[in-house]
T-cell receptor, first 113, second 117 residues
Framework: NAGVTQTPKFRVLKTGQSMTLLCAQD?????MYWYRQDPGMGLRLIHYSVGEGTTAKGEVPDGYNVSRLKKQNFLLGLESAAPSQTSVYFC????????????FGNGTRLTVT | AQKITQTQPGMFVQEKEAVTLDCTYDTSDPSYGLFWYKQPSSGEMIFLIY??????QNATEGRYSLNFQKARKSANLVISASQLGDSAMYFCAMRPDMDTGRRALTFGSGTRLQVQP
């Protein structure tokens, strides 16, 4: 059981470049999330998905797009990277129960120069 | 909307002593859950403990316990008998029970705990 796996672990982009972060979970969870973590700000929700084929915006969605074509995968795309998107990105998944915690991947450290 | 406040950016504790990490929250939802996570220097997010707002007793998980005071809207994490491996960032988070369409957590800004030998 790998849990939640994120690729890549590290990436450096130049301003204006695009990239896709991949998240895969093997726990058959319906709900998946993308958060970003910045110093002093905790984790902020970018986008989320409550099931295959569905996505929705979180608190800070601008500059990002997502897709959930398969239940186990949740992709985060940056179409035109900006230095403000330098951050650590976490993917998470959960069951729908009210006491169900989020299970996190190990994060992707992205630097945009 | 919910808001989580962790007022202690950093804390020090001696090994084997107990420490309390503060968390206050603001919500208009009548029923909600509170979660604590640990983030060691390696970066992963580790779930520690859950408290439901209508749970009769304060949650405990091994050396972790929650000092939950609903009227004060606080859910402080107590770590007993601190160990060097407890040095990490700790996040408090919450979500309303009625938010079945999202189930996302709202996080505080975190407290960095350093355990000294």
């Amino acid at each position: 059981n790998a849990g939640v796996t994120q690729t890549p672990k590290f990436r450096v982009l130049k301003t204006g470049q695009s990239m896709t972060l991949l998240c895969a979970q093997d726990m058959n969870h319906e709900y998946m999330y993308w958060y970003r973590q910045d110093p002093g700000m905790g984790l902020r929700l970018i986008h989320y998905s409550v099931g295959e084929g569905t996505t929705a915006k979180g608190e800070v969605p601008d500059g990002y797009n997502v897709s959930r074509l398969k239940k186990q995968n949740f992709l985060l795309g940056l179409e035109s990277a900006a230095p403000s998107q330098t951050s650590v990105y976490f993917c998470a998944s959960s069951l729908p129960g009210r006491n169900s915690p989020l299970h996190f991947g190990n994060g992707t450290r992205l630097t945009v120069t | 909307a919910q808001k989580i406040t962790q007022t202690q950016p950093g804390m020090f504790v001696q090994e084997k002593e107990a420490v309390t990490l503060d968390c206050t929250y603001d919500t208009s939802d009548p029923s909600y859950g509170l979660f604590w996570y640990k983030q060691p220097s390696s970066g992963e997010m580790i779930f520690l403990i859950y408290q439901g707002s209508y749970d009769q007793q304060n949650a405990t998980e091994g050396r972790y316990s929650l000092n939950f005071q609903k009227a004060r809207k606080s859910a402080n994490l107590v770590i007993s008998a601190s160990q060097l491996g407890d040095s990490a960032m700790y996040f408090c988070a919450m979500r309303p029970d009625m938010d079945t369409g999202r189930r996302a957590l709202t996080f505080g800004s975190g407290t960095r705990l350093q355990v000294q030998p």
